[in-house]
T-cell receptor
């Protein structure tokens, strides 16, 4: 069965420091992996995805994520955090062997707080 | 262009009443999803529509929940005889077809409060 885990409920980082939001997954085949961000009182907004190819994926707002197959991880990173990055972040995984759209699993979310 | 829109943005209802939540997907998107997000929780899949195919209802929590999509565009999620545990934010998302690699575009959600 496929699953995704975000082991940290909250991550606190000082502005200007690098940030990492962790995500690990479990699927039977090669995964499709996604990161979404949710600002207060807003819907989720797509950040980036890994489908195939280069393990380092770059996305919106200066975020990037690295697909690590051996560690089954897809951690979200940014070299220098901004206060405006404070939001709720969701990792999602999809196993392309499943045709049903219900087979996209979202993590429980990590709240990122950037202090000035 | 216009994104996914949902209405109402907030709905307060009394226990036992029926509610209807509306979703307008991005024009041309054939796939439409409904999710439920409880306070501080992740996303719970409810139902999925793709074109003219039969919807995937596997996530609906009870028979009080139903949804329809008319003309392959607008969708309505109906909750009958609402219960307090139905209180949550209901999110709608659309994507350009059922391709596993496509990301989803989310609406702002409807916050439902059942008193």
């Amino acid at each position: 069965a496929q699953s995704v885990a975000q082991p940290e409920d909250q991550v606190n980082v000082a502005e200007g420091n690098p940030l990492t939001v962790k995500c690990t997954y479990s699927v039977s085949g090669n995964p499709y992996l996604f990161w979404y961000v949710q600002y207060p009182n807003r819907g989720l907004q797509f950040l980036l995805k890994y489908i195939t190819g280069d393990n380092l994926v770059k996305g919106s707002y200066g975020f990037e994520a690295e697909f690590n197959k051996s560690q089954t991880s897809f951690h979200l990173k940014k070299p220098s955090a901004l206060v405006s990055d404070s939001a709720l972040y969701f990792c999602a995984v999809r196993d392309p062997f499943y045709s049903s759209a219900s087979k996209i699993i979202f993590g429980s979310g990590t709240r990122l707080s950037i202090r000035p | 262009g216009a994104g996914v829109s949902q209405s109402p943005s907030n709905k307060v209802t009394e226990k036992g009443k029926d509610v209807e939540l509306r979703c307008d997907p991005i024009s041309g998107h054939t796939a439409l999803y409904w999710y439920r997000q409880s306070l501080g929780q992740g996303l719970e899949f409810l139902i999925y529509f793709q074109g003219n195919s039969a919807p995937d209802k596997s996530g609906l929590p009870s028979d009080r929940f139903s949804a329809e999509r008319t003309g392959g565009s607008v969708s309505t999620l109906t909750i009958q005889r609402t219960q307090q545990e139905d209180s949550a934010v209901y999110l709608c998302a659309s994507s350009p077809g059922e391709v596993a690699r496509n990301e989803q575009f989310f609406g702002p959600g409807t916050r439902l409060t059942v008193l």
